[in-house]
């Protein structure tokens, strides 16, 4: 008796991964804009300090290259570490002492960001990004010149 218990076919995965890249850049893009255009107007970042708004930055950027796919490891490895920075200083030791409970310390979104950006810094784009685009024409591009090589060597 051969049972598959695999709810979503092979081929689509890949897909899944394209999807899940844009919906995480999607949501650092949000922050970087409430951060660094006050919009929408939350209490929270009424007044944020100059790191908060470097951060805001950072998320703003590197969250629309995530969300078309452009640079897409290096961007999501450099948002990793922004989130394991904001976990440690913005929430773990946001009183001095330190908090070690994320549930506790208002921890999780940034806990799951960085390891969401950290899997994507080393899963890449997925077939739908610029990266992946780029890399077709790279590929094409090359095979031309190899099969123009090889006419001339002919």
Not at 6 to 19: E, G, K, M, N
Not at 46 to 74: D, F, K, Q, S, W
Not at 124 to 129: I, R
């Amino acid at each position: 008796m051969n049972m598959n218990l695999d709810p979503l076919p092979v081929t689509y995965r890949p897909f899944i991964l394209s999807l899940f890249r844009c919906i995480t850049g999607l949501l650092l893009f949000q922050y970087g804009i409430a951060k660094v255009f006050k919009f929408p107007a939350l209490a929270y970042f009424a007044n944020p300090p100059p790191l908060i708004v470097t951060a805001g930055a950072l998320e703003l950027v590197l969250g629309a290259l995530l969300m078309i796919g452009l640079l897409t490891r290096i961007s999501a490895f450099i948002l990793a570490g922004e989130m394991a920075f904001a976990y440690f200083l913005g929430h773990m030791f946001k009183t001095g002492e330190p908090v070690f409970l994320p549930l506790v310390n208002g921890g999780t979104a940034a806990i799951l960001f960085c390891f969401a950006c950290l899997y994507l810094s080393v899963a890449g784009g997925g077939p739908v990004s610029v990266d992946a685009a780029i890399g077709k024409l790279r590929y094409s591009r090359d095979e031309e010149q190899r099969r123009v090589r090889q006419a001339a060597a002919e």
